[in-house]
């Protein structure tokens, strides 16, 4: 993996403010992200522009005020809350004599940090070597050409060919490590799907508070911080759901505001977990002030990943840090819950978010009377694990008849297993299909 500065520098910070991109960059989270990532704020320079200067991006007045608070602050990195080009990054580097790092690199040194499974490591590291290569087309202009002259010929290739071709071999080799973690991964869902799992997916902004809500629900012990991607590595726990036992949760990494697209490439195996979701999660810090532009940077990763498609229900967390608001669910026209306001960190409201989960999973249910034989019992056995079984008589001539309640989903997964082995029993004793909004009865396993 590419070497990032050591934690605790000293760094002065750049924002920008423009009146042609007023959702630009959130200096706040900004700030957020610097002592995220270990640097120790020393200077701030602001400045107004229309469109960024192409040498320096901040002009070449504030470009030499720059300088001049890098040299009375001893600093040792300069960080932009913008996305420079290569040409702008090396021109300010040689005025200031000082790294300069803008926002996407700051963002992938902190994924770096925070890595810490066989594929987080080199999800990051592919993300970072991919973000390097644009560097090598502008930032290196004295490795382009080799030297002319009577002596001074170089041997065929540049540094520039030299470290491209590196670099290449090394995405190559990741992307291939990669594939097979995707092929375990693919392997892995099979297996969920023939278990007949349903998955739910916690997605939201950055530090709305997704792992301790997943720590609450699973009872698990996933690291949690008051910090910017204080977790990266996407976690699968049992959890259980009325009616649905048992459900996989997946904690997913958090989304940010101009997240590179170089990480939205490298983590896509990860995100997949999201896009095969029964219902997604979508963890919102109810008291964050960007609330609203929050929300859409998470519905357009969603939508960029193949997930937009997929139920939501919204969590809006953190509701001990208001005044007078107490946990409670908000539905749409059709009954459906939609929104349901929490406290991960106290568990208030808890019990309803898994209530409105049980709605969802089981809004649509099949309710049958089913012949299962003698030799298949192994069927009976599977829809008593399930949950399934309302009621049971045992037959004369072998085998049992047995009404059941099941998400449809699942019927159609479990169909496809045992189709063989049962047959309907009478399809005019129960509704083949109705639609269910309360928890059908628990039945214990055998």
């Known amino acids: 993996m590419i070497e990032r500065p050591q934690a605790g520098e000293r760094a002065v910070l750049v924002h920008v403010e423009s009146k042609q991109d007023p959702r630009g960059p959130d200096f706040d989270e900004f700030i957020e992200l610097v002592t995220s ?3 120790i704020p020393v200077a701030t ?4 522009r229309d469109r960024p200067h192409p040498r320096f991006f901040i002009g070449t007045g504030k470009a030499a005020s720059l300088k001049a608070t890098v040299a009375e602050q001893h600093a040792d990195v300069v960080l932009f809350n913008h996305e420079l080009s290569p040409a702008q990054e090396r021109n300010l580097e040689n005025l200031i004599e000082c790294r300069v790092i803008d926002r996407t690199r700051l963002i992938l040194d902190i994924f770096a940090q925070r890595a810490r499974s066989f594929e987080g490591k080199l999800q990051v590291e592919l993300a970072q070597l991919k973000h390097l290569s644009t560097r090598l087309v502008r930032g290196w202009t004295h490795l382009e050409r080799q030297k002319g002259g009577i002596g001074l010929r170089g041997p065929g290739e540049t540094q520039l060919e030299s470290d491209r071709r590196l670099i290449g071999q090394r995405i190559k080799q990741i992307n291939d490590r990669l594939s097979r973690v995707r092929r375990q991964r693919r392997q892995s869902a099979r297996s969920r799907k023939r278990a007949l799992l349903a998955t739910v997916a916690i997605v939201g902004y950055t530090n709305a508070g997704k792992s301790t809500l997943f720590n609450r629900l699973t009872d698990s012990d996933v690291y949690t911080a008051d910090q910017l991607f204080a977790t990266l590595d996407t976690t699968l726990r049992r959890f259980d759901v009325t009616g649905e036992h048992p459900v996989l949760l997946s904690d997913t990494v958090g989304f940010i505001r101009d997240l590179p697209p170089e990480l939205i490439t490298a983590f896509q195996t990860t995100l997949e977990e999201t896009k ?17 532009e929050q929300m859409s940077e ?13 139920p939501v229900i919204e969590v809006f967390n953190k509701i001990d840090l208001l005044d007078e608001v107490v946990p409670h669910v908000e539905r749409g026209a059709d009954g459906k819950a939609i929104r349901v306001w929490v406290s991960a960190r106290n568990g208030d409201g808890l019990h309803l978010l898994l209530e409105s989960i049980a709605e969802q999973l089981n809004r649509e249910n099949v309710h049958k009377r089913i012949i299962v034989p003698p030799h298949a019992a192994r069927v009976r056995a599977k829809l008593y694990a399930l949950g399934a079984v309302i009621d049971e008589t045992p037959m004369d001539t072998g085998g049992w008849a047995i009404e059941i309640t099941l998400a449809a989903a699942r019927w159609q997964s ?11 029993f009478d399809s005019h004793d129960v509704e083949a299909t109705m639609a269910s909004k309360s928890p059908r009865p628990e039945t214990a396993a055998v």
């Open 276 to 292: 095969d979701a029964a219902i997604l999660l979508h963890v919102v810090d109810c008291g964050a002030a960007e609330r609203r």
């Open 45 to 48: 320079v602001t400045t107004n």
């Open 298 to 310: 998470v519905r357009r990763v969603l939508e960029r990943i193949g997930a937009g498609a997929t």
């Open 37 to 39: 990532a270990g640097a």
């Open 414 to 424: 479990l169909l496809a297993t045992i189709a063989p082995e049962l047959r309907d």
